[in-house]
């Protein structure tokens, strides 16, 4: 899994089948062991089964089994947003930077 | 699997419920394996009592999923060894790269190596 920041959601009024009725969400995966420093490049379009809201952290899974015990076997998506991140905590001198 | 230091922890009350019960770490790779993305961290699920600044051993994909022996919980990381020793060959351990894909950023610490 990675922990990244919600950025948006993301409509689409053309879409296959796979993916109508889903929210999907915009997130930029934190660097920094978790966010400690300025965001990377590359952005996840996760399905979002919580309810999770722009400026959350959330916690994406990735993987077709995932994807089909959380939101369903016939969603389009491999990523799919399984936690919403209330704390995180780094350890002092970990080598996290 | 990949090796890689436990660098915190994560907390989450809104998550999905197959993940009550579990502890989820943030690990900073040593090595990675084609990253999907340009992180430098993971989220694993720990059943095996690791701690801050720990090595671990981190398997990823579908047999994460198998780690406490239930495979419908939704996880792609999961801790399963807490490192006590590790034996490197000093003269592959340099090399810029083990193999193709792997994307190193980390020089193992001389008591690792012969």
Redesign the interface.
């Given at each position: 899994m990675l922990i990244g920041e919600v950025i948006g959601r993301l409509w689409a009024s053309r879409q296959a089948e796979g993916l109508a009725g889903r929210k999907l969400l915009l997130i930029r995966p934190l660097a920094g062991a978790g966010g400690t420093t300025a965001p990377t490049s590359g952005l996840v379009v996760a399905v979002d089964g919580l309810g999770a809201g722009p400026g959350e952290r959330v916690i994406v899974a990735h993987g077709s089994r995932v994807r089909d015990i959380t939101v369903g076997a016939g969603v389009a998506d491999k990523d799919v947003v399984v936690g919403i991140v209330d704390d995180l905590h780094l350890e002092p001198g970990s080598g996290a930077r | 699997m990949i090796l890689g230091?436990?660098?915190?922890?994560?907390?989450?009350?809104?998550?999905?419920t197959?993940?009550e019960r579990s502890k989820?770490l943030?690990v900073?790779p040593h090595g990675w394996y084609e990253p999907?993305?340009?992180?430098?961290?993971?989220?694993?699920v720990d059943d095996v009592h690791a701690g801050?600044?720990d090595d671990v051993v981190v398997c990823l994909?579908?047999p994460a999923?198998w780690s406490r022996g239930e495979?419908?919980?939704?996880?792609?990381?999961a801790v399963m060894a807490v490192v006590d020793r590790i034996d490197m060959d000093a003269q592959a351990a340099q090399a810029s790269h083990a193999a193709p894909g792997i994307r190193r950023r980390w020089t193992p610490p001389s008591r690792w190596t012969r």
């Open positions: - | 230091r436990v660098v915190g922890e994560v907390w989450a009350t809104r998550k999905d197959r993940l989820l943030v900073r999907r993305f340009a992180t430098d961290h993971l989220v694993a801050g600044g994909g579908q999923r495979e419908n919980v939704p996880v792609d990381a």
